[in-house]
């Protein structure tokens, strides 16, 4: 991303890592084991638990306004979009962490006599998690954002044939509404006849792609608007932090994979709430924090959090010591613990690799 007219890129990054640390949090609270006595701090831990699953929708609107950021990048900077270069820069970034940790967990199935089958194992290789059956009940995120990761450069390439170099990819905001508009029907078509299922109405890719979409036109915004967009923010930042939090709000409240209109109308409000918040931060200088340096490795955080709740914790507590505060607390420390440890021995040296070999620019 160009920081020309964009508040310092270090302020920036942080701001966005910020954001990264408030979802892979967020997530972590929702997969919390809680086997735990009435109390106000369980309380809240059953609130963060109820309605966490939404940072996957932030993460969702981030990676749709960082991804088409680069690409928008390189089209500003070259002319072209380079997308064989962008999608072998994603590669190097997603999968050498993926794969190490489904080896991981397929070398501890084959040594507890716990094979999977090769099923769930094909699905999770070839990212169709989120249609087939799989190892893991996180991963289909990971699913959507492969294939969107697919279809953008195709998208962009269409809709730059159309643009010229003072106005690129004007018909971006149609596509935007065709996208959201499109996926909104389907929710409501899909959980028409009856109660909403989690796996059905909650993960496949045209049901949710509209939320990275949704980052993909802050990011189009951004590059190609930024003074316009600059002074809307700055004239509205308090209506769009507090419009952000209430439309994020619901999901504490109504259960998902029961209510009807988290399921349709409520997936939208999400990511609308979220480029809310998106736009307030990335024109606010952020100092790097806590929250900025989880958010820096909060991929492989993500990654490793339900293999710690499925196979460290049964393997670490006996059934006497598996439940209580114990319980939690191993829980979100060897999730934070592996995570970094993917981050800094496979996840990061891997980016360095790539950097020498596919340059960004």
């Not at 981030?62 to 690409?71: A, D, E, H, K």
């Not at 930024?226 to 409240?253: H, M, Q, S, Y």
């Not at 613990?337 to 950097?355: F, N, V």
Request: hydrophobic letters at 50%; aromatic letters at 14%; charged letters at 15%.
């Amino acid at each position: 991303m160009s920081a020309e007219n964009h508040p310092a890129s270090t302020n920036r990054l942080a701001s966005l890592d910020t954001l990264r640390g408030v979802a892979v949090l967020l997530v972590l609270g929702a997969h919390v084991p809680l086997n735990l006595e009435e109390g106000i701090l369980v309380s809240l831990l059953s609130l963060w638990r109820h309605g966490g699953w939404i940072g996957v929708d932030l993460f969702f609107v981030l990676s749709g306004f960082l991804v088409s950021g680069l690409l928008f990048r390189s089209w500003k900077e070259t002319g072209r979009l380079n997308a064989s270069r962008f999608l072998m820069r994603r590669a190097w970034k997603i999968y050498p962490a993926f794969f190490t940790m489904l080896g991981i967990v397929l070398l501890w199935g084959l040594m507890t006599n716990r094979w999977p089958g090769w099923s769930p194992i094909i699905s999770e290789a070839l990212f169709v998690q989120n249609y087939i059956p799989a190892l893991f009940p996180h991963t289909w995120s990971l699913a959507v954002e492969e294939h969107f990761y697919l279809g953008l450069p195709l998208v962009l390439f269409a809709l730059g044939k159309k643009g010229t170099e003072q106005r690129p990819f004007p018909h971006l905001p149609v596509v935007w509404l065709a996208v959201a508009t499109g996926c909104l029907v389907l929710r409501i078509w899909t959980a028409w006849d009856g109660a909403p299922a989690t796996r059905a109405n909650y993960q496949p890719t045209h049901l949710r792609v509209d939320s990275l979409f949704a980052g993909v036109m802050v990011a189009w915004l951004q590059h190609f608007h930024a003074a316009a967009l600059a002074e809307f923010v700055r004239r509205w930042k308090l209506a769009l932090l507090c419009g952000g939090l209430f439309l994020a709000a619901p999901p504490f409240i109504w259960e998902l994979g029961v209510d009807w209109g988290i399921h349709t109308f409520g997936f939208t409000g999400l990511w609308l709430g979220a480029s809310m918040i998106l736009l307030v931060f990335i024109h606010e200088k952020t100092r790097r924090g806590v929250l900025a340096w989880i958010g820096t490795y909060s991929y492989s955080i993500y990654l490793w959090h339900f293999t710690v709740r499925l196979m460290f914790i049964p393997m670490l507590l006996t059934k006497q010591q598996h439940s209580g505060w114990l319980e939690t607390g191993v829980y979100f420390a060897l999730s934070l613990l592996c995570g970094l440890l993917s981050a800094w021995l496979i996840e990061m040296p891997c980016i360095r690799l790539r950097d020498r070999l596919f340059p960004s620019r």
